[in-house]
T-cell receptor, first 110, second 114 residues
Framework: QQQVKQSPQSLIVQKGGIPIINCAYE??????FPWYQQFPGKGPALLIA?????SEKKEGRFTISFNKSAKQFSLHIMDSQPGDSATYFC?????????FGAGTRLTVKP | NAGVTQTPKFRVLKTGQSMTLLCAQD?????MYWYRQDPGMGLRLIHY???????AKGEVPDGYNVSRLKKQNFLLGLESAAPSQTSVYFC?????????????FGQGTRLTVV
């Protein structure tokens, strides 16, 4: 049973587009919601994270929108670039228990 | 600054063989984790450690053992490898307790069990 459901599995956008990746979680005890970015052959790296006391967090071109009542959160990438092509994982955690979504492979075409 | 280093990067095992994956971190982090990554399933926690000499089970611990004899090293062992353990394994560490903080991942170990 997957506690964090992520969609879509893959996404292709043109340069400058705004890809949106969505996640939904089950456990209301989760209190930390990060997004990790992974390039081929590399380990995941933290991109941006949010806690449930805020509804939105922006860092550069990356924005997390968080809806606590719906138990959903999403990642928006503004002005996407070919260098953003990677796999993105959402996650939800509490203490040492972090559950990851299945991942979204993003391709940004020049 | 190397961060989190995993060895080996690739390995092919025959069913029933044993092996140990090594994770080393040079950030003086207290907390370390082992994950496996499978297509369509994200990363799943195998075991973790909250300090030298301590270990705990994660989401998918069966078939694996771990040891944390030194603060900087976290070892993952497969006593009798099975094809279902074919996966990419990632080690991670965090400065503060829990994954509610930035986790630093190694580059992964791709293991194939035939």
């Amino acid at each position: 049973q997957q506690q964090v459901k992520q969609s879509p599995q893959s996404l292709i956008v043109q340069k400058g587009g705004i890809p949106i990746i969505n996640c939904a979680y089950e456990n209301t005890a989760f209190d930390y919601f990060p997004w990790y970015q992974q390039f081929p052959g590399k380990g995941p790296a933290l991109l941006i994270a949010i806690r449930p006391d805020v509804s939105e967090k922006k860092e550069g071109r990356f924005t997390i929108s968080f809806n606590k009542s719906a138990k959903q959160f999403s990642l928006h990438i503004m002005d996407s670039q070919p260098g953003d092509s990677a796999t993105y994982f959402c996650a939800a955690s509490r203490d040492n228990d972090m559950r990851f979504g299945a991942g979204t492979r993003l391709t940004v075409k020049p | 600054n190397a961060g989190v280093t995993q060895t080996p990067k690739f390995r092919v095992l025959k069913t029933g063989q044993s092996m140990t994956l090594l994770c080393a971190q040079d950030m003086n982090h207290e907390y370390m984790y082992w994950y496996r990554q499978d297509p369509g399933m994200g990363l799943r926690l195998i075991h973790y450690s909250v300090g030298e000499g301590t270990t705990a089970k994660g989401e998918v611990p069966d078939g694996y053992n771990v040891s944390r004899l030194k603060k900087q090293n976290f070892l993952l062992g497969l006593e009798s490898a099975a094809p279902s353990q074919t996966s990419v394994y990632f080690c991670a560490s965090t400065k503060r307790q829990g994954m509610n903080t930035e986790a630093f991942f190694g580059q992964g170990t791709r293991l194939t069990v035939v």
